[in-house]
């Protein structure tokens, strides 16, 4: 296809879009003077069914949008825009991928309308803000940032994410599991998962962008552009991706970048064992709460990893540290303080 038809395709299927979110309005207007059911209910949706989010260029003006704004930088540079609470070489996109839009990758458009919800985690029901602050706490490793936390309660950067992802969700009714939320993971394979087949998957169809070693590859400013999987600038225990069965879901929907679906069950399970065998940072409640590592299994990993098991003749789990002086330099669009 040439340049010209892929812009009339983008162009016809932004007008859809729009024209199907128009609809939605109008029957959102119609609902509240009782003239249509919920059944009349349109909810913009792109050509394979999935929710379609507004486009960066219907983001609105004024206040509202200057906060979706900046909630976007954070997602896609939270180590220039959030750097306080910040703790790995990991960005929001890296796993919430086309800056939180893409279906099948945990978009932040499903994630806007099914919160507050009871998380099993933390046994009790989670706002938004909860939720997010998880995933600083986890997938960010906040423990290791220059302040030591997540973002407190209440904090701008929160309110900015929510105003992101509340705008992502545009159209979308609310309290409803929408298709291509979370990873869809495969079912586990007949014959389980190993870590030994997964290292062939992993050099065949990984090592390429990851690196041999999985610690990815930096530009010449130090800017990861092929994020690490392992490694104290990773993802620490505790992350939701560190375990096998959510790895495998993110895998299979998502890598080889630009081959969603190209895996089979099977080699997606292998190379979430081998890419989760290895070691990276501690999971925080570990020496926040004075718990060996066979406690703090015991007691939070009760599902498909290799925490505190033994791996080549030695237990992991305890966590690995970077030396903080090279921590690479935080780049891309740094937002203006407010
Ligand atoms: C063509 C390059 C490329 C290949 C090949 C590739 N990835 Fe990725 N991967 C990326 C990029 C880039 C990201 C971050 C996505 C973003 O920020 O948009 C990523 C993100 C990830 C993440 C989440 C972020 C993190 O660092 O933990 C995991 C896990 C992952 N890839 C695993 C794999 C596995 C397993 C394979 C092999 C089956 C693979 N990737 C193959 C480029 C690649
Ligand atoms: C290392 C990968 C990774 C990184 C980095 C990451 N997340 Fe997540 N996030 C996950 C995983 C895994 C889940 C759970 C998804 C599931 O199991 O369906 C998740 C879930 C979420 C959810 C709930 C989604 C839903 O549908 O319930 C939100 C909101 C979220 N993340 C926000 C963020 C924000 C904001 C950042 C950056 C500050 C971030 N995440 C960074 C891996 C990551």
């Known amino acids: 296809m040439g340049t010209a038809e892929v812009t009339a395709e983008a162009d016809e299927a932004a007008a859809l879009m729009r024209s199907a979110r128009e609809a939605l309005l109008d029957t959102a207007a119609r ?17 394979k069914g999935d929710f379609a989010p507004p486009l960066e260029s219907e ?18 540079n939270p180590g220039s825009n959030a750097a306080e609470y910040v703790g790995n070489s990991m960005a929001c996109a890296n796993c919430h991928l086309d800056a939180g839009r893409r279906a099948d990758a945990a978009p932040m458009w499903a994630a806007a309308v099914s919160y507050p919800a009871w998380r099993g985690k933390n046994e009790m029901i989670n706002t ?3 939720r997010i602050r998880g995933c600083f706490t986890y997938s960010m490793n906040a423990a290791a940032s220059p302040a030591g936390t997540p973002p407190p309660s209440g904090d701008a950067i929160y309110k900015d994410l929510e105003a992101y992802f ?21 079912e586990k394979p007949e014959a389980g998962y190993d870590r030994t087949r997964g290292a062939e998957v992993f050099e065949a169809k990984c090592a390429v962008c990851h690196g041999d070693d999985g610690q990815g590859q930096q530009d010449q400013t130090g800017r990861y552009v092929f994020p690490p999987l392992w490694g104290p600038d990773s993802y620490n225990w505790g992350a939701g991706m560190h375990r096998v069965n959510t790895a495998a879901g993110f895998i299979f929907a998502n890598m080889p970048l630009g081959q969603p679906f190209s895996l089979t069950p099977q080699e997606a399970w292998d190379v979430a064992a081998y890419i989760n065998s290895h070691e990276r940072p501690a999971d925080p409640r570990q ?10 299994d015991e007691k939070y990993h009760n599902h498909p990893g290799y925490y505190g098991d033994e791996v080549d003749g030695e237990v992991i789990g305890a966590g690995v540290t970077g030396d903080p002086t090279l921590t690479p330099a935080a780049t891309g669009t740094v937002i203006p303080q407010r």
């Open 31 to 47: 609902m509240r003077t009782d003239e249509a059911g919920l059944a009349d209910l349109a909810i913009p949706t792109d050509a």
């Open 128 to 130: 938004m803000e909860d």
């Open 287 to 296: 020496p926040q709460q004075g718990l060996s590592v066979a406690e703090a």
């Open 166 to 186: 509340h705008w992502l969700a545009t159209g979308a009714p609310n309290g409803v599991e929408l298709p291509g939320a979370g990873y869809p993971v495969p």
């Open 59 to 76: 983001i609105p003006d004024g206040p509202y949008g200057e906060s979706i704004r900046r909630g976007r930088e954070i997602f896609l």
